[in-house]
């Protein structure tokens, strides 16, 4: 079983619109979460961490759920510059850190 | 303040061949890692170093080797390249500490072995 799953989409939605994605992770003694964005052929770039209690940054809204093991990454009023690939990262010792495929974002106009 | 580099950015190699991928980093981090991203997966942990003089293995480690000599470098080695390493290679930093603490990518080497 994979470490960490996410749903690859794409998720085509219009500028202005919320739309959401979850994750789940396998191991329940993980220890931090994070979003990170990759665009096209590029490095990833932290979007965010996960905190237990929920956090929110700007637009973003994440959400951690442990009893279900899941987390989620809110984006609302979507603008074109959103578009790009959100991976889910999970750590689960101090060490390692462990990405889902991630799932693609199209913003139209 | 360049953060993390990559060198080369782009190669071919000819099955069989060998080469080395440099990481440098100039945030004093401790903590270094190798990863490589195939299409449709998400990043997959080849080797990691949590400090000069130590390496570690990941998830994928069989084919590759690492050295990490001085603290603002980390060398992956490819002894006998093979097409299945054909991958984009990240290389990330970070500080160390709880792991709640970023990770700072390179921009990448894509590699292609024929």
């Known amino acids: 079983r994979k470490e960490v799953e996410q749903d690859p989409g794409p998720f085509n939605v219009p500028e202005g619109a919320t739309v959401a994605f979850n994750c789940t992770y396998s191991?329940?003694?993980?220890?931090?979460f994070f979003w990170y964005r990759q665009d096209c052929r590029k490095e990833p770039k932290l979007l965010m961490s996960?905190?237990?209690s929920g956090n929110e940054d700007g637009r973003f809204t994440a959400q951690l759920n442990r009893a279900s093991q899941y987390i989620s990454l809110l984006i609302r009023d979507s603008k074109l510059s959103d578009s790009a690939t959100y991976l889910c990262?999970?750590?689960?010792?101090?060490?390692?850190?462990?990405f889902g495929s991630g799932t693609k974002l199209n913003v139209k106009p | 303040n360049a953060g993390v580099t990559q060198t080369p950015k782009f190669r071919v190699l000819k099955t069989g061949q060998s080469m080395t991928l440099l990481c440098a980093q100039d945030?004093?981090?401790?903590?270094m890692y190798w990863y490589r991203q195939d299409p449709g997966m998400g990043l997959r942990l080849i080797h990691y170093?949590?400090?000069?003089?130590?390496?570690a293995k990941g998830e994928v480690p069989d084919g590759y080797n690492v050295s990490r000599l001085k603290k603002q470098n980390f060398l992956l080695g490819l002894e006998s390249a093979a097409p299945s390493q054909t991958s984009v290679y990240f290389c990330?930093?970070?500080?160390?500490?709880?792991?709640?603490?970023?990770?700072?990518f390179g921009p990448g080497t894509r590699l292609t072995v024929l």
């Open positions: 170093s949590v400090g000069e003089g130590t390496t």
């Open positions: 191991n329940s003694a993980s220890q931090s």
């Open positions: 990262v999970v750590n689960n010792n101090f060490n390692k850190f462990y």
């Open positions: 945030m004093n981090h401790e903590y």
């Open positions: 990330a930093s970070r500080v160390a500490g709880t792991g709640t603490d970023t990770q700072y």
């Open positions: 996960v905190y237990s």
